[in-house]
């Protein structure tokens, strides 16, 4: 939807320079500190919040479920000439703390300006020509008047009601908020969808890796902490109900620490599959209710003809699966002509509900998008078909979803279930980002940041 609700401006090939761009990530020169503090999980808020920490002097090691680092951050590689991104596969805004690692790794990247493609009144129409289509302009007109909403909080769905919208303008406005939110429109809150729009700061750019992915980002502005990383070891208890923190993995082997900072996706802590003694207080299971993370499914299918455009980068179709996307838009390069065959893939991706149908379909999934894909281009998409891989986070054993949303009612949820216990238990992850962020990788290492200095400060 990005283009419709966030209005990028002309896209354009961004310098690929090394930059100074160092953060501020020496807090306190002058710590002394004998303890050690340790950070469950390392996805990006894990990892960052090490990385602080690290940086500051601090004895830190950080323990994780999988045998990778990354989290919602993961590469498919040998599926086609260049990786294919399984989670997050675009930063959101150039003024965030993810778009400087990118600048940092050196690595080429571009911003996503390729065309839009509608699925409306039964045709394919293209950005320029859906403006005229009176369902597309009634979503346009929807997103435009939702920020100005200030009555009691209600879902989107519930907003919706009072406007005459007809179903291809609320496919479109799934498509464009509720799918883009990770759930669907009778789950989003308006006012935590209007908090999060207003807050937001790190811009509206889609910044997309040439020929590299983001897990190799990752590797390199983390690198330092690289050492401290132990791998296979879901946690499945933590005691601070003395002096120090004691947490004990599935194979029962216990570490202690000082301090910890748990980064877990927010299903992992509802269904309690960590334990903690004292048990968390009830104000911070009731904040984790109020904030909703539904099923994620992303279906990546190459084929051997490049049937959508060579210029499209996105298909809204009006079927269950919200958006398609061609990852191979802009990695062609004029200098280089071997990639001319790369946009040769298309993705479709699906949160909440229809996430949760095709789920269900486990590799049926694809059949499914081959028919919406059939529908709107003729047949050609099983026809060309060569192979595909269907990516389910809602399956996905230590994550479980897509990304956090604010459920109906939810204000204030982020910030309780952010909020340290004792000076001893810190809460990281993007669930936990009360300033729009949340849902984002740039978001997530905000949080990583902000239980680091949380530590650093408590300790100076
Ligand atoms: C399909 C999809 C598309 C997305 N697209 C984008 C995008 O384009 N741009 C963007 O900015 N963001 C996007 N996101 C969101 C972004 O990926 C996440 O917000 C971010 O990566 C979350 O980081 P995190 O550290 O909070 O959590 P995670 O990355 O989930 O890390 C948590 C870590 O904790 C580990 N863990 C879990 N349980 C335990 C345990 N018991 N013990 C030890 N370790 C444990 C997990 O294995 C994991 O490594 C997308 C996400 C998905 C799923």
Redo the contacts with the bound molecule.
């Keep these: 939807m990005r283009k419709l609700l966030l209005s990028l401006p002309a896209g354009y090939v961004l310098p690929s320079v090394l930059s100074s761009c160092e953060t501020q990530d020496d807090l306190f020169p002058n710590l002394s500190f004998g303890g050690k503090v340790i950070v469950?999980?390392?996805?990006?808020?894990?990892?960052?919040a090490a990385y602080i920490l690290h940086k500051n002097g601090v004895d830190v090691q950080v323990?994780?479920?999988?045998n990778?680092?990354?989290?919602?951050?993961k590469a498919l590689d040998e599926f086609t000439g260049y990786p294919l991104?399984?989670?997050?596969?675009?930063?959101?805004g150039v003024n965030?703390v993810?778009y400087d690692a990118v600048r940092i790794s050196n690595f080429e990247y571009y911003q996503d300006r390729g065309k839009t493609y509608y699925q409306l009144t039964g045709k394919i129409i293209e950005e320029s020509e859906a403006n005229s289509n009176t369902s597309f302009r009634a979503a346009s007109k929807v997103i435009e008047k939702l920020p100005l909403y200030s009555g009691p909080d209600i879902s989107l769905s519930d907003y919706l009601d009072k406007e005459p919208l007809s179903d291809e303008s609320l496919t479109l406005l799934n498509s464009f908020i509720a799918n883009e939110f990770?759930t669907d429109l009778d789950l989003l809150s308006v006012a935590g969808y209007n908090e999060a729009l207003a807050k937001r700061t790190s811009g509206n750019e889609?910044i997309i890796l040439r020929r590299r992915s983001f897990s190799e980002v990752l590797d390199i502005q983390y690198s330092p902490i690289s050492s401290k990383i132990r791998q296979n070891?879901?946690?499945?208890s933590i005691d601070y109900s003395s002096g120090k923190v004691v947490l004990t993995?599935?194979a029962n082997q216990t570490y202690e620490a000082d301090k910890v900072i748990v980064?877990?996706?927010l299903p992992?802590l509802k269904e309690g599959?960590?334990s903690f003694s004292p048990a968390l207080p009830e104000e911070k299971l009731l904040a984790m209710d109020g904030i909703g993370m539904d099923a994620?499914?992303?279906i990546f299918m190459r084929f051997g003809q490049n049937f959508w455009g060579d210029e499209t980068s996105t298909v809204y179709p009006g079927g269950i699966i919200p958006e398609y996307r061609a990852p191979g838009w802009g990695k062609r390069s004029e200098f280089d002509d071997d990639l001319i065959f790369f946009n040769n893939v298309l993705v479709g991706?699906a949160?909440g509900s229809a996430g949760a149908t095709l789920s269900e379909l486990g590799n049926d999934a694809v059949a499914y998008a081959l028919r919406d894909l059939d529908e709107m281009f003729n047949g050609q998409a099983t026809k060309f078909l060569t192979q595909s891989y269907v990516?389910d986070?809602s399956k996905?054993?230590?994550?479980k979803?897509?990304?956090?949303y604010p459920k109906v009612g939810s204000e204030g949820a982020r910030e309780i279930l952010a909020s340290a216990i004792d000076n001893k238990i810190y809460f990281?992850?993007?669930?936990?980002h009360n300033e729009g962020h949340?849902?984002?990788?740039?978001?997530?290492?905000e949080?990583?940041y902000r239980a680091a200095y949380e530590i650093l400060k408590s300790i100076s």
């Design positions: 469950v999980g390392a996805g990006a808020a894990g990892l960052h323990l994780e479920a999988t990778r680092v990354g989290g919602r951050i991104e399984l989670g997050a596969d675009h930063v959101r965030s993810f990770g889609k070891t879901p946690i499945k993995d599935d980064t877990v996706p992992i599959r960590i994620s499914v992303k991706e949160n990516m986070w996905d054993t230590f994550t979803g897509a990304y956090s990281a992850g993007e669930a936990t949340f849902g984002t990788v740039h978001g997530a290492m949080t990583g």
